[in-house]
């Protein structure tokens, strides 16, 4: 069976919903190959890492940075998932208050350093909240179920 793991940081209620929507449509697209975990990042470890096969990360935009807590994430499993999981398919969201540049390229120069591959092109869910950011985390969670069942990644 394989693991998609869901690590995001939601210290709100609103990125709490986005975090539950990749969780649900992850769920319904997963079919009976793929488990699927939302672990936040201040519990999860490098052996979730190391046990999964796709990863979808969750951040706010702190300060033009990533949250402490997805960075305290990183952190943690960087030195033992470094050799063990290169090329790991993941995928990034940002609930960006701003522009999300910079927590996007805070993100990106730690996973170029773990060489994970992105599945797609972050999804930055900039300015004040809108239901549609919940409905495109419904959609990133479910296409990364739906690539981990067929085989793509």
């Not at 092109?121 to 179920?145: D, N, S, T, Y």
Request: include cysteine.
């Amino acid at each position: 069976m394989a693991n998609l793991l869901i690590v995001a940081h939601a210290p709100s209620a609103n990125t709490r919903q986005m975090a539950e929507a990749a969780l649900a449509g992850a769920r319904e697209n997963a079919e009976e190959s793929v488990e699927v975990r939302w672990i936040p990042p201040l519990e999860a470890t490098a052996d979730h890492v190391l046990n999964s096969q796709a990863l979808i990360l969750g951040t706010t935009e702190n300060l033009g940075y990533m949250s402490g807590a997805l960075k305290d994430f990183f952190d943690r499993i960087y030195y033992p998932c470094l050799e063990r999981k290169q090329g790991l398919s993941y995928a990034l969201y940002i609930r960006a208050g701003h522009d999300g540049t910079g927590t996007r390229r805070g993100v990106q120069t730690i996973i170029t350093g773990l060489k994970w591959r992105a599945v797609q092109e972050p999804l930055l869910c900039r300015g004040e909240f809108q239901p549609k950011f919940v409905e495109q985390c419904r959609e990133l969670g479910a296409a990364m179920a739906a690539g981990l069942a067929a085989g793509i990644y």
